[in-house]
């Protein structure tokens, strides 16, 4: 994504060769293009572009790719909202949107 | 069936204009269900969204004079990205809403275009096994469906989400009306507690203070939820909560400069610190409306930024309430 950069070694994104087919479900659905296809194997171009979107995870027929399955729309509210609720033990409400 | 206006009416723009300035947040749906664009027939396209009200606009906005069918599924009026993130947008409830409107009977051919940014919550695959109908990502923008009707396909471009400046603008009423509430809120506190004096309590004091207090919270508003998303390239570092800070720092030493006349050095440095802090936590909520922000990533940040928030919201507290005893 042009002009954005966020944080390096952080988005927890897993593609196993192993178990990829080569379908290119990835390719597609992924909004920040981070795959390509080489021998009917997929790569990751570049990782640190990852936002955990989790649709690439999603479409993978074989579950050869993970993606951090914490949802929620990555908002600071809902981090908070869960962090308090970890403290207070309590069932979090998400972050209002 | 209901036919779809490619048209916006009067009422349609208030209330797009009423969900962008936070007015209406939760409650902008539409009944889920078939509904037609135009004249289609059995060999028109099918298009599937979420039932949030903005998405139905821009999409029978955007295909004025083509023919289709236009399938709402149930995102209880979430917007499709947030929606499939939810579980919402799900590949059961897609097949669901091909069912309840017999849409095999409709049409002849057994394809349906689901938008891009459904897929982290869509399974396509699984929808042929579901409801018979094979799933096909069409474009991520509404704006690119004529194009990818077209054409039959999406390109890089078309798949590639983007953040430019007028999308992020459109999303700063939504952030600064959610924040009437607390604003209000913080507000009165500020002039109790700018009244105090050594004197116990002064009114003039609780006015004159608070409403420097109150402008400096207008000032962090600007920094952090106005300047921040419109910069946001532009601005050093990668960590939203230093974007913020920087902003709010610099914003602060504007405030003080123009706006301090008369006040004693303590309450100077408060006002700093309360811009830079408050600014700081409003640009790291932004994170939330962007598109290339990760939850991880934006987890780790806020393990620095609310520490600094925190601190520098009670340093500046502290000050301000010593200043009049100094
Ligand atoms: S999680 Fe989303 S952004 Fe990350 S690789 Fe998968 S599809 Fe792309
Ligand atoms: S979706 Fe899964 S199986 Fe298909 S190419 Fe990607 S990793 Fe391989």
Redesign the interface.
């Known amino acids: 994504?042009q002009?954005?950069?966020?944080?390096d070694d952080?988005?927890?994104l897993r593609l196993d060769a192993e178990k990829c087919i080569g379908c290119g479900?990835c390719l597609?659905?992924?909004?920040?293009?981070l795959f390509t296809l080489n021998d009917g194997k997929a790569r990751i171009t570049d990782g640190n572009?990852?936002?955990?979107?989790?649709?690439c995870a999603?479409?993978c027929?074989v579950e050869a790719l993970f993606v951090?399955p914490?949802?929620?729309?990555?908002?600071?509210?809902?981090?908070?909202n869960s962090w308090l609720a970890r403290v207070l033990n309590k069932q979090s409400n998400g972050?209002?949107? | 069936m209901a036919r779809l206006a490619t048209r916006l009416s009067w009422r349609d723009r208030l209330g797009t204009i009423a969900v962008r300035s936070g007015l209406r947040r939760n409650s902008y749906l539409m009944v889920p269900g078939l509904y037609c664009l135009g004249e289609p027939d059995g060999n028109s396209p099918v298009l599937v969204t979420g039932n949030y009200k903005l998405s139905v606009d821009t999409v029978r906005q955007e295909l004025a004079g083509h023919h289709l069918w236009l399938l709402v599924v149930d995102t209880r009026g979430i917007n499709v990205w947030c929606a499939g993130g939810k579980g919402t947008f799900s590949a059961a409830e897609v097949a669901y809403q091909v069912q309840n409107s017999g849409l095999a009977q409709l049409v002849n051919h057994r394809q349906l275009i689901l938008p891009q940014l459904s897929a982290n919550g869509v399974r396509a695959g699984e929808l042929k096994k579901l409801c018979g109908f094979l799933g096909r990502f069409g474009p991520i923008l509404a704006t690119d469906l004529p194009e990818y009707l077209r054409r039959g396909e999406a390109d890089e471009a078309m798949r590639s989400v983007t953040f430019r400046l007028s999308e992020r603008a459109v999303l700063i009423p939504v952030e600064i009306c959610l924040l009437w509430k607390k604003l209000l809120l913080a507000s009165l506190l500020f002039f109790l507690l700018s009244g105090i004096s050594p004197e116990f309590f002064t009114v003039e004091a609780a006015l004159r203070r608070g409403t420097t207090l109150a402008l400096a919270n207008a000032a962090a508003i600007f920094a952090g939820a106005i300047a921040t998303p419109l910069l946001l390239p532009w601005l050093p570092f990668r960590q939203f909560w230093l974007k913020g800070a920087v902003l709010g720092l610099l914003a602060g030493l504007i405030f003080v400069t123009v706006a301090g006349e008369g006040l004693a050095r303590l309450e100077l440095l408060a006002l700093l610190l309360w811009i830079g802090g408050c600014a700081s936590y409003l640009a790291m909520c932004f994170t939330g409306s962007t598109p290339y922000t990760s939850l991880s990533g934006v987890a780790k940040e806020m393990r620095r930024g609310l520490p600094f928030q925190i601190g520098t919201a009670l340093l500046a507290l502290l000050l301000w309430l010593a200043a009049p005893f100094f």
């Open positions: 994504m002009g954005y950069r966020y944080l952080t988005a927890i479900n597609e659905v992924c909004p920040h293009r572009a990852c936002m955990e979107c989790g649709a999603r479409n027929p951090n914490d949802d929620g729309c990555g908002c600071a509210h809902y981090i908070i972050c209002g949107c």
